[in-house]
């Protein structure tokens, strides 16, 4: 009750100077606003970028060369598609080659030691100039297995893919994503046709129909040809890659683990923490992408959180400067028996109370500022329950902490010294 | 008639600095109960400061001071709050009322304070006696100053105190206003509050029972 009555109290009294108390919670609700708007917008970058992933299909594992590490890779401006995590040419990992052979891609393949796999390719990655319209074109170039366009979807629209014979022969076969067909070859038939990479003639056999862009890479920029030839071509004994399919979502843990044992005992490696690969799941790129993103919007959302402690110093200084002006306020309040703590609770209540309508008209702002970025930055920012509790969390914390000194000094004043005060 | 207040040898010594200024220089006072006491004295006499240390707005330098058989010289600055709140009612010469709010939630400013349960019926009541009924609802700057003495007398009234403090209460008011005022006192001391007014005209000292005067810091007349 007693609450019930200071809390309108303060309400009346944060009314009487609307545009003061307005002026006074503006620095709040851009600080609130800013936490709020980025991290929505880090929220949907987030989402953004896990869907995409997501299309890299959740059964698939791909094995990496090297000990743990982050994906890296990314593509050069020149080169279009490619999967962004395999190197250009060579291998990956620190300087190292390969250590993931022709022999590894067989062993994985045998079903008696991983019974969880459906598929498994051995990829080895480079690119090729060709001309588009005159000009000169860097083409990624994938050599895979077969199976390779089954794990990832993707459907032929002319000719024929590669076979197995094709791969043990290392026949110069290439099978182009429709891009490709439709910049190199225009309107004319690409099957059959001749084109270099390296010192190699390869034969265009088949098109692929028009795939999503799925994951970091296009597979419609990319020219796919057989893993071994694609050795053979590059001067490359190893793969840069591999990736493989658990026949199932429940059987991804298992398959991964499978793995691990079967390229550990293959290249006769006792610890796990010594493993010259790794091997990573959807998942395991979805919280690697989690963490830095992550760690970005929190970076983001720290530097806005500055301007939220300017804002509670603007808060502070009001309440000093209301506490002059109220003096005699406050000793008439003591005159009729307030306590101490009763002057206490009455300030400290204005001001939480004014932070905390800073607070809800920031996340307002921090939504619509979040909306309005969205327009040109092409994803959804996602307004979380959880930052919306930390923004009125924070807002009221700063209320409290920095209405806590103008509370005390009205607070300790002392009745006579007030009455007097002119 | 039961004593309520009584002073001992009450001291009060400003210092400002390396000067003292004595204020009080060892009043000694009884006050019955239900008593309509005037304490007087030109400017500078002292008088504000004793009525301020029976107010227990102020702490006097030594001597004690009983309210009601209790020594409470020497109680702690919440206690002196709840003592303000329950049995003392105050009434200033000016800047009586929170500003800028209404004549009811000023008369009930004092229950927000308060233990007790005061009803705003109560309120309305006490509004009543002082004839503002029809005012209930103006802000504290749309009254007059004779207004403004009477809604500080209802709120003074709120809690039901045993006495009633009044510092130069019609000091700002006109002589009919000033005649009314004093009249609602007369009328509150009838019923049984013990009433003490400090003032400097002899006009309005008239309408107390007793009248103490007050010379550099001493009770010189009775």
Redesign the interface.
């Known amino acids: 009750m007693k609450l019930y009555v200071m809390f309108k109290q303060s309400l009346k009294a944060i009314f009487r100077n609307k545009g003061r108390s307005f002026l006074t919670i503006l620095g709040i609700i851009i600080g609130i606003g800013s936490v709020i708007a980025l991290i929505s917008l880090g929220n949907g970058v987030k989402a953004t970028i896990s869907d995409r992933i997501a299309t890299l299909g959740t059964t698939n594992l791909t094995i990496m060369p090297g000990g743990q590490r982050n994906f890296g890779g990314g593509q050069s401006s020149s080169q279009r598609g490619g999967p962004g995590f395999s190197q250009n040419e060579g291998p990956s990992g620190f300087g190292n080659t390969s250590t993931l052979t022709v022999d590894d891609l067989k062993s994985l393949q045998d079903k008696s030691k991983n019974p969880k796999l459906k598929a498994v390719t051995g990829d080895i990655s480079g690119s090729t100039i060709l001309k588009v319209s005159g000009e000169d074109t860097r083409f990624s170039v994938l050599g895979t297995s077969v199976s390779y366009f089954n794990i990832h979807n993707l459907n032929l629209k002319s000719g024929a893919l590669y076979t197995d014979n094709d791969v043990q022969s290392k026949t110069k076969a290439a099978v182009l994503g429709s891009e490709v067909a439709d910049e190199v070859f225009g309107t004319g038939n690409p099957l059959n046709q001749t084109f270099m990479i390296e010192n190699d003639t390869y034969k265009v056999i088949g098109v692929l129909s028009k795939a999503n862009e799925s994951g970091f890479g296009n597979p419609n920029a990319q020219i796919f040809v057989p893993n071994l030839s694609a050795m053979a071509t590059f001067g490359n004994n190893n793969f840069n890659s591999m990736t493989a399919q658990a026949i199932d979502d429940n059987s991804v843990d298992q398959a991964k683990t499978d793995i691990q044992n079967t390229l550990l005992s293959a290249h006769k490696i006792s610890e796990a923490k010594l493993a010259d690969f790794t091997v990573f799941t959807s998942r395991d790129l979805l919280s690697t992408v989690g963490n830095v993103t992550g760690i970005l919007t929190s970076l983001l959302a720290g530097i806005a959180a500055i301007s939220l402690v300017v804002g509670g110093i603007g808060i502070m200084n009001i309440m000093l400067v209301s506490v002059t002006e109220r003096t005699r306020e406050i000793g008439l309040r003591k005159a009729v028996g307030a306590r101490t703590i009763d002057i206490l609770e009455q300030f400290i209540l204005e001001a939480v109370i004014l932070t905390l309508v800073g607070g809800v008209l920031g996340i307002g702002l921090g939504t619509i500022i979040g909306k309005v970025a969205a327009r040109f930055v092409g994803f959804a920012p996602i307004v979380t329950l959880s930052s919306v509790f930390l923004a009125v969390g924070v807002s009221s914390a700063i209320g409290l902490i920095f209405g806590i000194y103008p509370a005390a000094k009205a607070a300790r004043l002392d009745p006579i010294e007030t009455l007097r005060y002119e | 008639m039961e004593g309520i207040i009584k002073l001992k040898n009450i001291k009060k010594i400003y210092k400002t600095g390396e000067e003292e200024t004595p204020a009080l220089k060892g009043i000694e006072l009884a006050i019955k109960k239900g008593e309509f006491m005037a304490i007087m004295g030109p400017s500078g006499s002292g008088k504000s400061t004793l009525m301020?240390i029976l107010?227990l707005?102020?702490h006097p330098t030594d001597g004690s001071y009983i309210l009601d058989n209790k020594d409470i010289s020497k109680i702690s600055?919440?206690k002196q709050?709840?003592i303000?709140?329950?049995q003392i009612g105050?009434v200033?010469q000016q800047?009586?009322?929170?500003?800028?709010?209404t004549v009811l939630d000023n008369v009930m400013?004092?229950t927000?304070?308060?233990k007790q349960k005061i009803t705003e019926t109560k309120a309305r009541e006490l509004i009543k006696e002082v004839g503002l009924t029809d005012r209930i609802n103006y802000k504290s700057n749309q009254l007059s100053g004779g207004q403004i003495q009477r809604v500080a007398i209802a709120?003074a009234l709120i809690?039901g105190p045993s006495i009633i403090l009044a510092d130069e209460p019609t000091g700002n008011l006109n002589t009919k206003n000033s005649k009314e005022i004093m009249e609602i006192f007369k009328k509150i001391n009838k019923k049984g509050a013990t009433i003490i007014l400090v003032t400097h005209e002899a006009d309005i000292a008239k309408y107390a029972d007793r009248i103490i005067e007050l010379k550099d810091g001493q009770i010189v007349e009775e």
Not at chain 2, 95 to 101: A, D, E, Q, Y
């Open positions: 301020h107010g707005l102020d600055k919440s709050a709840n303000r709140n329950k105050f200033f800047f009586n009322l929170l500003p800028r709010t400013l004092p927000i304070y308060g709120r809690m």
